[in-house]
């Protein structure tokens, strides 16, 4: 109970501490997606978020722990964006082009995310990795349950989830934070064609 | 002719030198893969290469210069490994099942090249983007060949490639760099059925 840094220490206990917790995090995506890691600062984050010094140390222990904490923060948007878009798909494969519409219009909208998520490979590894296991393993969650609908025809392995979140990742640098000029639609319809008939129930032997 | 930094003023001109400049870049290899961009040093550099500072300022201005040529020189060595497989294949949907193939080898040979080029989009990002852009394009005239020989039945398009290089990048990571425990053979079969299927010439309706 008295270990340094337990979070729960430093989980806020009101609203208005949640408020504040929440416009630091905000404040940190901006510095460290506009600075990067290493030339960002603490002073940096509370002066974008408005707020003094002393209110970052209530929430967090150093520039590393705010770091880690914003990695799983955005992870989780991410997650909470993508989801509910994901559940009105009409089958398991529609489910994959809504997850790519939605993941591209979420990086249109959070163009730093890139930044953000993979300059955790350089500074917080188990961040970094823990943002891409749990990522394909909703995957292949989503392909064995539409394969036990019949709605996938080849046998999900991790290998089709590393596949399909591979792609999405690069269409969404390309297509999302490089270059927003094309239509998500269009994008997400070509690659879901390859899904479709690369591993839909009608596209097999 | 006079401006600074002009790549021909520090080229080597002797085979002694080439053969000092691939030790100093195998050595930035070493020293940027172990501890990255910011924690590397020039003298680490030069140590790892059992050279003196001296030759390092030959064919390099700074760290950024050897960092730039580094990443140019990972690029180019993907490249090398892989084009002749592929040039080995018996179609255009083979050639992207022995291109998945042959850089899962080469990360398993070469799990630094992650770190590098991944840490290029926040120290050189024209560097990065210059390796994945190079990268799709030759994806993009492959398919666009195979096509026009009837082997690939949907109209390729830059998105195809796009997505082809991102399933390629993130299964390198996840079976060359993290977990090299399952047969690269059997990642890149899996892969090659789902786009044999998806744009192959018999996939199509």
């Known amino acids: 109970m008295a270990q340094s ?35 960002g600062s603490i002073s940096g984050i509370t002066r974008r978020a408005g707020c003094a010094l002393g209110s970052f140390y209530t929430y967090f222990d150093t520039k590393d722990d705010i770091f880690r904490a914003l990695v799983a923060d955005m992870s989780g948007q991410v997650r909470d964006y993508v989801a509910p878009r994901i559940a009105q798909a009409r089958d398991g494969i529609d489910a994959e ?17 890139y930044r953000i998520i993979d300059e955790a490979e350089f500074v917080d590894q188990a961040a970094y990795r823990n943002h891409y296991e ?4 909703r995957i292949l969650v989503r392909l064995q349950e539409a394969a ?47 899904i479709e008939r690369g591993i839909g129930a009608s596209g097999r032997d």
């Open 5 to 39: 840094g337990d979070e729960r220490d430093k989980a806020p206990r009101t609203a208005r501490g949640e408020r504040t917790r929440r416009a630091l995090l905000a404040a940190a995506a901006e510095e460290f997606g506009e600075k990067g890691f290493h030339e």
């Open 97 to 113: 082009r809504l997850g790519l519409l939605s993941f591209l219009e979420f990086a249109r909208g959070h163009k730093e995310i």
């Open 148 to 194: 036990a609908r019949g709605e996938v025809g080849a046998e999900p392995d991790e290998v089709h989830a590393w596949a399909i979140m591979g792609m999405n990742v690069f269409l969404g640098l390309r297509f999302g934070v490089w270059d927003d000029s094309r239509p998500a639609e269009e994008v997400a319809g070509i690659v879901n064609g390859l």
């Open 134 to 137: 749990s990522t394909a393993a």
